[in-house]
């Protein structure tokens, strides 16, 4: 191998430090597909091209917006395509923008239920807390509403 391949060549813990991503994480990604198997050396080391640095750093960023693996292997393929069919990428992030607006009512819902419960115990002196009763419940909270118990006193 010629100096000028060998420099474009990196280890794994190279490619870990140049983008961020631990080890075990770009294993993973080469196990599920997302990231090419890189060659080898003949020690068996892994060898990484710029091109896997660039791929990997496609995977962060779109891991980074919450993209699952398949919308990733996804987008990837459209990436690979000459003519980039923008449309296509468009309706797999319009299709993950929906569920991004569906976890943040789901979070404000939570939230409100949390603070609700946590506000009928501000003292929390009481035997009973209204976040223990509610998680031992077995029916969950309609419509952001917390549950009932409220905190008894201690009685000395």
């Known amino acids: 191998m010629d100096t000028a391949a060998a420099s474009a060549r990196l280890a794994i813990g190279t490619l870990s430090k140049q983008t961020g991503c631990n080890i075990e994480k770009i294993r993973y990604y080469e196990r599920v597909g997302l990231l090419p198997a890189p060659a080898r050396s003949a020690g068996g080391y892994r060898l990484y091209g710029t091109g896997h640095l660039k791929w990997l750093a496609f995977i962060l960023r779109a891991r980074a917006l919450g993209f699952s693996i398949d919308e990733v292997r996804t987008l990837l393929k459209l990436a690979e395509e000459r003519k980039r069919p923008c449309a296509e990428v468009r309706v797999v992030a ?50 952001g509403r917390p549950p009932r118990p409220r905190c008894r006193q201690r009685q000395f």
């Not at 943040?104 to 409100?112: F, G, H, N, Q, T």
């Not at 506000?119 to 309609?142: M, N, S």
């Open 94 to 143: 319009e299709a993950h923008l929906k569920a991004v607006h569906a976890k943040i009512a789901d979070l404000r819902r939570m939230e409100r239920v949390l603070r609700a419960t946590v506000a009928r115990c501000t003292e929390g002196k009481g035997f009973d807390c209204p976040l223990i009763e509610a998680l031992y419940r077995e029916d969950p909270p309609q419509g």
